[in-house]
């Protein structure tokens, strides 16, 4: 069974551009997560979504991030435009329940490492 | 701040030596996961615990979550430089997902 797949492994921008991740979650999963890791932090969750709709999207600054879901399938996550301290390794992760419980495993992409100057 | 702290933030050891690392809250969890990250990689779960008291064994690690289920630990017996990485504790709060704030573990040879 395929993982999580990413790209770009990585990403160097300046500040002001913009910029977009692409997240495909293992097959028939329901749930798709994108995570922030800043360095020598635990990952923040930014937005999860069940199928195409948004389950929880509190803690994405949506000043300047976006994400969608179309079909339910793949995601991209856009930052437009970044700051320097949008400087983070970007998670996506899927898992196949419904629900936002521990019982369901969520399985975790690469990441994207986006350095922003 | 934190939801989920973790202590040590960094511990580097000898092949061989014993260790612990803990996952602190105020809050209540109905169950808490930890993860290993490797660089380059997404963290990976090695454990699920449910039951306030609860142990669990994987080889050399052993998992514990508090009786009042606002902390855990994580205790390697014997540390292997195969162990070094990042260790992280999470839980759903509220149904909300956090992440603590990590340990880095360095074992050497």
């Known amino acids: 069974e395929a993982g999580v797949a990413q790209s770009p492994r990585y990403k160097i921008i300046e500040k002001r551009q913009s910029v977009a991740f692409w997240c495909n979650p293992i097959s028939g999963h329901a749930t798709l997560y994108w995570y922030q890791q800043i360095l020598g932090q635990g990952p923040k969750l930014l937005i999860q979504?069940?199928?195409?709709?948004?389950?929880?999207d509190s803690q994405l600054p949506k000043d300047r991030f976006s994400a969608e879901r179309l079909k339910g399938v793949d995601s991209t996550l856009k930052i437009q435009p970044a700051k320097l301290e949008d400087s983070a390794v970007y998670l996506c992760a899927s898992s196949s329940g419904y629900t936002m419980t521990l019982t369901d495993t969520q399985y975790f992409g690469p990441g994207t490492r986006l350095t922003v100057l | 701040t934190q939801l989920l702290e973790q202590s040590p933030q960094f511990l580097s050891i000898q092949e061989g030596e014993n260790l612990t690392v803990y996952c602190n809250s105020s809050?209540?969890?109905?169950?808490l996961q930890w993860y290993r990250q490797e660089p380059g990689e997404g963290p990976v779960l090695l454990v699920t615990v449910v039951t306030g008291g609860e142990v669990k064994k994987l080889k050399r690690l052993t998992f514990q979550f508090g009786d009042a289920r606002k902390d855990s630990s994580l205790h390697i017996t014997a540390a292997q430089p195969g162990d070094t990485g990042l260790y992280l504790c999470?839980?759903?709060?509220?149904?909300?997902?956090?992440f603590g704030s990590g340990t880095k573990l360095n074992v050497k040879p």
């Open positions: 999470a839980g759903v709060n509220f149904n909300k997902f956090y």
């Open positions: 809050s209540v969890f109905s169950s």
């Open positions: 979504f069940q199928n195409n709709g948004v389950v929880d």
